[in-house]
């Protein structure tokens, strides 16, 4: 398509939004992520010789079209809601203003980027909630989509809730802290389960978590596990703790506790890990499964249930003039029709500061005030009344001026924090996992009325696929 | 574990195995997939000086073992299947002899790469298995789990059966064919849909395939495609056809083909991509929808239906004196009990070469030879008497000595079609999407006895944890 448009000299300034249209697992919200290494990648975007060398081995492009892609940068402006936004479907997540190779180019990288890690903060924020906001381990590498699935689901799952990666390459590349544990070849690797524990105490004294069903978990491995805690106790040590990872957690963790508790250790943490999510952990909770450690891997790094955000990178406008034109797909399918024109995102909160709906209006427009706002809801198409105290500020910022980062890149902690009280803030019935009430997410009377218009003209009255002149 | 294992000077010579439990996709055999990756992992693992650093700076790590982690290179020997095998669960993939910290450290590397690869494989065999062996195409960039998310599956993608991928990335490192498309923003970016159709002919005069549901599929697009496509057979071009991706189908594919048909274009493609996987595939087929290319993207590339293998990485045997002890993990779930020893495994065919059976025998027992057979089931523990003609080759084979390539690396387009005579071969009961029949996998009697003993020494008799001596 590049090739295409460089041969006709078609390369107007463009303008594409990036949204998703349905919520991933079933929930009602997700958890944006992936901004900050899309910035990273953007920036540092260009075709290297050995590449040039490649596409033209494929014999499909001409060479003076490779000659452009030489020089070519992304040097365009890029709008984006803060990582680890709470977001829902329809709404623009990001917002690219470029000439059109150029927003076309980086597509695919967008929202290879992107999809992801939303999907997998996603995923982490369903787990963490679901665990009254525990401790959650991620433990993800072995089963993760390849060596950087892993690192950016690392990431993500920080983001989302996670406190801490297994994978140490997330550690040194991210500052993620990193917990590890003992697998079952380490007991196997002595010669019986209580030396295996005494050696591993001796190297990890004040981090000994151990792993207590290799064998028998309410015989041997509870008892032996005992003994090396006591051991650990009278040697003024902390932060001991076993480890389940098969068999029926309800009574094992039950049963378990109630050993650590006759035996002097009520200090004792309890870790689990064997293939959780966040149904299993929530009907744990339910049964009141004493657990404090939640290790979880698979479900999270891959997100268990639902593998990949729907998410779209759609052209909106075409610069016209001096100014920008309008522009929208109609589909067959009245769901993959997007919304038209460059629009701008507010959330409308209520006076305990709990968001109560997201307005979506033309960037043109004025910006919301304060006091009552007449939006539409897409779904229902009935007219809504939204109440604001203060006027709301716009949610997509700046954050790339042609093609350079713009603004303060953001510890990964705070964005995790951030993220947090945004997830707090947000009303239960939206949170829950099961049957969760859709949030608002209206438009303005304005980008109603735009669509409406398009709708009609588009594909054009003479039936020959010609859009709204 | 491996800074204990280093304290206590526990570094004996192991043996692991690699293998699954449980079939992916509820389908009845898989396709390993990520052996040459994981061999070039293996060949230049080490630590760097920064990657120390940041060890030394999680205060985890004693000096003296991380001076040891400066030489730490993988010297061990690694037995494999060959890339692209038809497998089953349960049946070594992969076999590891190395010290044990070498053994350790490359658990999650080895399961990272060999798990994702062989479910993408498996999940492309599928695909192109319901097509017909069709021409499939791999669009899954933008959905992926990260980038190299996306590479290591089109890689495995193509080995399972995909024709070619629209990741240009991939082509240019691994050599994979590459394709490509137009998207809906190109109709968009012209004053109307023929002209959009006529420029892209222009540029890509003989693989001019056309997106003709942006606007009205069988209305403007169909007209206007047949319009560019008249044009490019009056001017001698091949190649070309149309796309849908939306709307029903069944029904939209056999008027598109009547249109095309009836314009003198019977040899006009149609392709189609709108969230394919192996069942709407075989769906469409089975309604006599008139498809010849099929685009499929996230359900490939994220294993839809089952994102992770189950592959593990179990410790089998032990140094001890001149050779080796088996070892085995026995848990209180029988399905997680792993099966003893240093195995080989063999493929029992029958006289038309197509698999009847696998076979595993420890590795110190006599090759089977040819006749008959006494072999075990482990599901139902009956013995079973197997027919070979000729006596069977051991299938796994060395890959890797002393942590360096062992034997050639197989052009990628030379595993693919073995992956593909072996695929045809499988018998239709346990080829098929739906209640596929279980594959026999037995075990010899000495391999079952090995078991038999170990499962009543394991934990020892003393309920402390104390396998047999």
Redesign the interface.
């Known amino acids: ?1 590049m ?3 460089h ?2 000299k ?1 390369n ?1 300034r ?1 303008v ?1 939004d990036m949204f998703f249209r349905r919520q991933p697992f079933g929930g009602g919200y997700a958890v944006l992520a992936g901004i900050e290494p899309l910035i990273d990648a953007l920036e540092t975007l260009r075709f290297e010789p ?2 040039l060398d ?2 033209r081995s ?1 014999g ?1 492009f001409r060479d003076d079209f490779l000659d452009e892609l030489v020089h070519l940068r992304f040097g365009g402006d890029v709008y984006a809601l803060p990582e680890g936004s709470v977001v829902f479907a329809n709404e623009p997540l990001l917002r690219v203003h470029a000439d ?1 190779i150029e927003a ?1 180019l980086i ?3 967008l ?3 992107v ?3 939303t999907l997998i903060a996603t995923k982490a924020a369903r787990i963490y909630l679901a665990t009254g906001e525990g401790t959650l381990l991620e433990f993800g ?13 690392s990431r993500a799952a920080y983001i989302g809730g996670a406190a801490a990666t ?3 390459l997330a ?2 590349r991210l500052g993620i802290p ?1 917990s ?1 544990t ?13 030396e295996a524990f005494r ?2 105490a ?3 004294p004040d981090s000994c978590i151990l792993l207590i ?5 309410l ?3 509870i ?2 596990a005992i003994v090396v805690g006591r051991e650990l106790k009278d040697g003024g040590h902390k932060g001991f703790g076993v480890r389940l990872d ?2 029926d957690l309800v009574p094992l963790s039950r049963e378990v506790r109630r050993c650590l508790n006759s035996a002097g250790l009520s200090d004792a943490r309890i870790a689990v890990s064997n293939d959780l999510d966040e149904g299993s952990i929530g009907s744990l909770r339910a049964a009141g499964a004493p657990i404090d450690l939640w290790g979880v891997g ?1 479900n999270l790094v ?3 249930g639902d ?3 729907s ?1 779209v ?3 909106v406008a ?1 610069s016209q003039g001096s100014g920008y034109q309008p ?1 929208m ?5 009245p769901a ?1 029709t997007s919304d038209p024109g460059i629009k701008q995102l507010y959330r409308i909160y209520d006076g305990q500061g709990r968001p109560r709906a997201d307005y979506i209006a033309l960037e043109e427009e004025s910006p919301p005030k304060g006091g009552g706002l007449e939006a539409f809801d897409p779904v229902d198409e009935k007219p809504r009344m939204l109440k604001t105290l203060v006027p709301p500020s716009p949610m997509l910022r700046q954050v790339m001026s042609s093609g350079k980062r713009y603004g303060q890149r953001e510890p990964l902690p705070e964005t995790r924090d951030r993220t947090l009280t945004s997830l707090r803030a947000l009303p239960e019935e939206v949170r829950r996992l099961d049957d969760p009430v859709r949030y608002p997410v209206l438009v303005s009377a304005t980008l109603r009325q735009t669509r409406e218009l398009l709708l009609r003209s ?3 009255g003479d ?5 709204s002149a």
Do not use: C
């Not at 069903?213 to 978990?217: A, K, P």
């Not at 039936?463 to 859009?467: A, C, F, I």
């Open positions: 398509m090739q295409g448009y041969f006709h078609v107007p463009v594409f050995r590449d490649y596409l494929t499909l059109l076309q597509e695919s990288l929202l290879n980027i999809n992801f890690q590498l072995r089963r993760a989509h390849g060596p950087d699935g892993a690192l950016s689901a297994s994978n140490t550690g040194q990193v590890g003992m697998a079952h070849s380490w007991i196997m690797a002595f010669a019986d389960e209580l050696r591993y001796e190297v990890f069903d290799t064998y028998d978990t015989g041997s491995g008892r032996n098969s068999g698979t891959t997100a268990g593998p990949a955000l998410g990178y759609k052209l075409r522009v797909k109609r589909s067959d399918d993959k588009v594909p054009g039936g020959h696929g010609r859009p």
